[in-house]
């Protein structure tokens, strides 16, 4: 079995070994899944964009696997109040960017923003880069099981409002399901848990990793919720 042990300078490498029975579809999606069919915004041809990477954690709660999420702190000048995974920009002593460099930077912003010990996860997978426009970033998310669980919180109130767990059976009931409206016109997938409203890229992740793990419910698509302007 091969663990992630550390974030800087050693080895930091995928496995699926010894995984629990109900992440096998999520390994199953992860190793099919084409970039198309998680975006329409591909990373550029020109190897244009600033590369980062987001850790999709799974753990074993209390009513079954669960997700880790924060919300930005209100402060900010981008994303303000946002829920998202952990994550941020590669530093350059994350290594190679088409390498393990956001394996590597997915579990140094995790433990940075929520105190995660990254001895505890175990990385099983990543999905193909993504392009946020908005912001010019390249992104990879990378999944990892929560093995040894660590006990998490905010540790900059500057940029973190809170973190939290959201249960995978909060997200797939149709009742927590909504399409999220940008006054730009921009239409995407929306959840609202855990007093969250979670919207742009990772509501896009999380509803394409449960269509495509098979874990998606039918829900009411013509359910909107605006977003504000500053969004």
């Known amino acids: 079995m091969t663990r992630a042990s550390h974030t800087q300078g050693g080895p930091v490498t995928l496995s699926t070994e010894g995984l629990p029975a109900w992440l096998d579809p999520v390994v199953r999606a992860v190793e099919s899944v084409q970039p198309g069919q998680l975006s329409r ?129 909060d997200l797939t009931d149709p009742a927590n399901r909504a399409t999220a409206v940008h006054p730009s016109g921009h239409r995407g997938p929306a959840f609202l848990v855990e007093s969250a409203l979670v919207w742009g890229f990772t509501a896009g992740i999380i509803d394409r990793l449960l269509h495509f793990a098979g874990w998606e419910r039918p829900w009411d698509r013509e359910k909107q919720v605006p977003l504000d302007w500053r969004s």
């Open 41 to 169: 915004f591909l990373p550029p041809e020109d190897g244009g964009g600033r590369h980062a990477a987001v850790l999709i954690l799974f753990g074993a709660g209390e009513r079954g696997p669960e997700l880790l999420l924060m919300e930005r702190a209100s402060s900010l000048r981008s994303h303000a109040g946002q829920p998202s995974f952990p994550g941020g920009a590669l530093d350059p002593e994350d290594g190679d960017p088409q390498g393990d460099g956001p394996l590597r930077a997915a579990l140094r912003e995790a433990e940075e923003e929520t105190g995660l010990d990254p001895a505890g996860v175990q990385l099983f997978g990543a999905l193909p880069p993504l392009y946020i426009p908005v912001s010019g970033f390249v992104v990879t998310s990378v999944l990892g099981w929560w093995r040894e669980p660590s006990p998490v919180g905010v540790v900059d109130p500057n940029e973190t409002a809170r973190v939290f767990t959201v249960p995978v059976a």
